[in-house]
Each structure stands twice: as C-alpha cells, then as structure tokens.
C-alpha cells in the first residue's frame, strides 16, 4: 500500500477521531491539501483536490464521515 510510505504518515479515516471534525474544514483540506501553512513546511503530500468540483468534495466528506462511524 502506497500510503504505508507517506511522510508524515496518512491518517487513519476509521479513527473515531474524525466522528468529530468539522465537516467544512475536511473539505477545505480536501480542496488546498500541502499548498498552504502549516501543511507545506510540515512536509505533507496531500495534494490539492481543486479539480473536483464542490459536489464531489462533499461526497467525499460524506465518505469519510461514514468511515469513522
């Protein structure tokens, strides 16, 4: 698995942790990824997920969301 190599390491979505987290800053995170403070000097690979469209974030959210329940 890819993301086993990640530095610092990806999170765990399955983690109860997230039952918590603001859904509108998952998707903001989602959105900028590594390209803003503190992320980039943290040394993140997150990319930014710009691409998708606003609906395709929140479904993605949505997913995560139900990964921590």
Same mark, same amino acid.
Not at 3 to 26: C, G, M, R, V, W
Not at 42 to 64: C, D, F, H, R
């Given at each position: 698995?890819?993301?086993?190599?990640?530095?610092? %390491?990806? %999170? $765990?979505?399955? $983690?109860?942790? &997230?039952?918590?987290? $603001?859904?509108? &800053?998952?998707?903001?995170?989602?959105?900028?990824?590594?390209?803003?403070?503190?992320?980039?000097?943290?040394?993140?690979?997150? %990319?930014?997920?710009?691409?998708?469209?606003?609906?395709?974030?929140?479904?993605?959210?949505? &997913?995560?969301?139900?990964?921590?329940?």
């Amino acid at each position: 698995m890819r993301a086993a190599f990640f530095e610092p %390491p990806a %999170p $765990d979505f399955n $983690d109860t942790h &997230y039952q918590s987290i $603001d859904p509108a &800053y998952l998707f903001w995170r989602i959105q900028v990824g590594k390209t803003v403070e503190p992320y980039r000097s943290q040394g993140s690979v997150m %990319p930014s997920w710009q691409t998708l469209s606003n609906k395709e974030i929140w479904q993605l959210v949505a &997913y995560l969301k139900s990964r921590s329940a």
